[in-house]
């Protein structure tokens, strides 16, 4: 091309910039005060990324778990600012250029993951569980992960008294990812927040220090599923964006109830074909399904949580569910409430399957850490009963069982860590045989959270349950509730066969030890019983809270 042409074509292009002001491009407006909790946790996972390569290593555990509690509470703090601010309630509305939307839910969500990460940290900085090596403490992470299991250079590094502390800023990045799921107010925020908080979790995964083949199994297993329920999720937003000609949530659903006078040109042989719409919403909503372990799309959870490191299942087990229910939540209730005829009976019948494929294959678990992933997989059954209600009631009370839920997960994943033997965790179901006479207080504790979660009186557990079912019922759901109360009594059967087996056999003479731990997971433990019981006695002012939070932006 000559020089004139190009010439000719800049002062065209330059005609048309001057000729019109208005198409000048306008500088995005991002209101940062109410995005801090996010960007608190963003910015200290990057410092914490720098500590990894600029602090000695003697000195970087301290510092790495210093910035990691800072941040968390420095985010709450933002969390429950916002809140007292009327942004949960009045001052609800759309942030960052109509990317997030900063609501009663989303502050609730925020504010359950935030606590929740700040407790479930403790576990990840425990060093006293097992004994020293070389004369150096040691955590549940391997001492360098990069190294091949059982290799001289593993050897190396357990001698040296390597630790990998970066397992702090992953959390920290998981949790920002977590943080953005469930206010995500158009599809692509939400796809980028999915894979900002998976990544890291796959990574953690793949860290444990004993049984390290089996943490790198699950590590792979959960990352090949995972990437297949993105690109489910990843598809299902591009036949949406075809329907509705955009990722918008509000345009979606303005498409979706035949409220749109505007139709883009270029779209407008696909926009509106319901068959894109089914279709797209479907995926989504598998992706979504795969997150929370709903049946069918289960079958990585049992593996996961028994090859990754004890701290690291009982953070994701109830820190993924909570942000997955939450982002669940907004898709049904603000983009497709025009489609409820369509996904209610779809929903119903899965979680009909998860309520009682939970609860009878958890019967057969012979693994603590399986057994408590099958009855993750129920509790997801037992949400989903107060997500199909489909009222402001079914709501509250979603996120009410999800705060309950996320502190029980946390501590008895915390207790798991505790029962030990020459080999580490002793997680199989014989070696708690007689637990109750060895070990009184830890075997007590263990069963205030079993107790929980069958959703026995007085405990949190029950007040979660009483609450989802009866929005159920009242949202035309009762025969879902039905099934509900017989999962349940499914379910306690076994919780209460690990109980009696504590505290009614006879301890064995080579059975496992109850380590003593730091106060680090003490305050775990002490926190999620303190929660269980009051919850369970005291549990107005929380359903009211949940109530208050209820409402979604739209």
């Not at 549940?140 to 590094?157: H, I, N, R, Y």
């Not at 042989?269 to 319901?274: A, E, F, K, S, W």
Request: hydrophobic share 55%; charged share 10%; net charge neutral.
């Amino acid at each position: 091309m000559s020089a004139t042409a190009v010439h000719s074509l800049w002062t065209m292009a330059d005609g048309v910039t001057s000729a019109a002001p208005a198409e000048k491009f306008k500088a995005p407006v991002i209101e940062y005060a109410q995005l801090a909790p996010v960007l608190i946790v963003i910015g200290v996972a990057v410092v914490g990324v720098l500590v990894e390569a600029f602090v000695p290593r003697r000195s970087r555990y301290y510092t790495q778990v210093f910035l990691t509690v800072v941040a968390l509470a420095a985010a709450f703090a933002a969390v429950v600012g916002l809140a007292a601010g009327g942004y949960g309630t009045t001052k609800a509305h759309i942030a960052a250029m109509g990317a997030l939307a900063i609501d009663g839910p989303t502050l609730f969500l925020q504010g359950t993951i935030l606590l929740t990460s700040l407790v479930a940290v403790f576990t990840f900085a425990e060093r006293r569980l097992d004994p020293a090596a070389h004369g150096n403490r040691v955590d549940s992470f391997a001492a360098q992960a990069a190294s091949v299991p059982g290799s001289d250079s593993e050897k190396a590094a357990v001698k040296a008294g390597f630790t990998t502390t970066e397992v702090f800023p992953l959390v920290l990045f998981s949790v920002a990812g977590m943080l953005v799921f469930p206010a995500a107010n158009d599809l692509l925020t939400l796809f980028v927040a999915l894979e900002v908080f998976s990544l890291p979790l796959y990574l953690l995964c793949a860290v444990a220090r004993r049984k390290r083949l089996m943490s790198q199994e699950a590590a792979v297993k959960y990352f090949l599923l995972g990437a297949f329920s993105s690109a489910f999720l990843l598809f299902g937003i591009a036949l949406l964006y075809g329907y509705a000609g955009s990722v918008s949530y509000a345009t979606i659903a303005n498409v979706v109830d035949g409220s749109v006078t505007q139709i883009d040109p270029a779209l407008a042989d696909t926009m509106g074909n319901d068959a894109l719409l089914l279709i797209g919403g479907a995926m989504i909503l598998t992706g979504l399904l795969f997150k929370v372990g709903a049946v069918p799309f289960h079958m990585w959870t049992p593996d996961v949580y028994q090859g990754a490191p004890t701290p690291v299942t009982g953070f994701m087990a109830a820190a993924t569910k909570v942000a997955a229910f939450g982002a669940l939540l907004r898709l049904l209730y603000v983009v497709l409430p025009g489609l409820a005829w369509d996904w209610r009976p779809v929903l119903w019948a899965v979680a009909i399957i998860t309520m009682l494929g939970g609860a009878v294959v958890a019967i057969t678990q012979t693994d603590i850490k399986r057994l408590l992933a099958y009855s993750s997989i129920a509790h997801a059954g037992f949400i989903l009963a107060g997500v199909i209600a489909a009222t402001p009631e079914g709501i509250s009370s979603v996120l009410f069982y999800l705060g309950a839920y996320s502190f029980v997960t946390v501590g008895a994943f915390a207790v798991v860590t505790l029962v030990r033997d020459a080999g580490g965790e002793a997680t199989h179901l014989s070696k708690w045989a007689g637990l109750g006479r060895r070990s009184p207080l830890v075997a007590a504790v263990f069963a205030v959270f079993l107790l929980a979660f069958a959703g026995i009186p007085l405990t949190s557990g029950f007040s979660g349950k009483f609450a989802v079912f009866k929005a159920a019922a009242d949202g035309g759901a009762a025969g879902l509730v039905v099934v509900g109360v017989i999962s349940s009594a499914i379910a306690a059967f076994f919780y209460i066969r690990v109980i009696v087996l504590m505290f009614f056999s006879e301890p064995k003479a080579d059975g496992p030890t109850v380590a003593v731990p730091s106060p680090l997971t003490m305050t775990t433990i002490a926190v999620g019983v303190a929660v269980t019981l009051v919850l369970g006695l005291a549990p107005q002012y929380f359903l009211d809270l949940a109530g208050q939070a209820g409402v979604f932006v739209r």
